[in-house]
Antibody, heavy 126, light 110 residues
Framework: QLQLQESGPGLVKPSETLSLTCTVSGGSISSSSNYWGWIRQPPGKGLEWIGSISYSGSTYYNPSLKSRVTISVDTSNNQFSLRLSSVTAADTAVYYC??????????????????WGQGTLVTVSS | QSVLTQPPSASGTPGQRVTISCSGSSSNIGSNYVCWYQQLPGTAPKLLIYRSNQRPSGVPDRFSGSKSGTSASLAISGLRSEDEADYYCAAWDDRLSGPLFGGGTKLTVL
């Protein structure tokens, strides 16, 4: 059974860079059919997709965050990572990682996020 | 940032049928498939419906999804107390080149 686990600092200072890692177990991150994504949820608010990466390094980024986001993959350790630069209090959120299935079909794009990690709260504060 | 439009809240009594709507546009629901996620209090979201109307293994058939034009719906029949959760719709958005989420609907079982 595939499982994902986020790890990283729970507190980041304003203007610094947030760095998180997602470790995948129970399966290989190198599956050619999957992407691996990051999603965040500010306290008491809804979900926001940050970006996704394939095992080969192809990426999709949310345009609203693209200038500050870097997602990378480490196939040797079955991990993928998120870096978000120049953080502010507005970046305080629970950050989730998930397997992101994306299929481009003639009738449209089919995608879903499953499974998800348990999430990790990152607070931006001095 | 634009999101898909969901009612902020919904409610029902045990055994009832409840529907939650999700409204989008031609760049997302109108041209791509919809999925639904259930987020129980204090937990990570869980995939409930994908490909607009397909249930992953293990999801009860009390949950069903549908899509028409630029709108989608999640129906829950035989409502149970354990269905009390936040529900999010999502669809790939061609302008975003990524999934766009709804604002979420908090379902209360009275």
């Amino acid at each position: 059974q595939l499982q994902l686990q986020e790890s990283g600092p729970g507190l980041v200072k304003p203007s610094e860079t947030l760095s998180l890692t997602c470790t995948v177990s129970g399966g290989s991150i190198s599956s050619s059919s999957n992407y691996w994504g990051w999603i965040r949820q500010p306290p008491g608010k809804g979900l926001e997709w940050i970006g996704s990466i394939s095992y080969s390094g192809s990426t999709y980024y949310n345009p609203s965050l693209k200038s500050r986001v870097t997602i990378s993959v480490d196939t040797s350790n079955n991990q993928f990572s998120l870096r978000l630069s120049s953080v502010t209090a507005a970046d305080t959120a629970v950050y989730y990682c998930a397997r992101h299935t994306i299929r481009m079909a003639t009738a449209g794009t089919l995608d879903w996020l499953d499974p998800w990690g348990q999430g990790t709260l990152v607070t931006v504060s001095s | 940032q634009s999101v898909l439009t969901q009612p902020p809240s919904a409610s029902g009594t045990p055994g009832q049928r409840v529907t939650i709507s999700c409204s989008g546009s031609s760049s997302n629901i109108g041209s791509n498939y919809v999925c639904w996620y259930q987020q129980l209090p204090g937990t990570a979201p869980k995939l409930l419906i994908y490909r607009s109307n397909q249930r992953p293994s293990g999801v009860p058939d009390r949950f069903s999804g549908s899509k028409s034009g630029t709108s989608a719906s999640l129906a829950i029949s035989g409502l149970r107390s354990e269905d009390e959760a936040d529900y999010y719709c999502a669809a790939w958005d061609d302008r975003l080149s990524g999934p766009l989420f709804g604002g979420g609907t908090k379902l209360t079982v009275l």
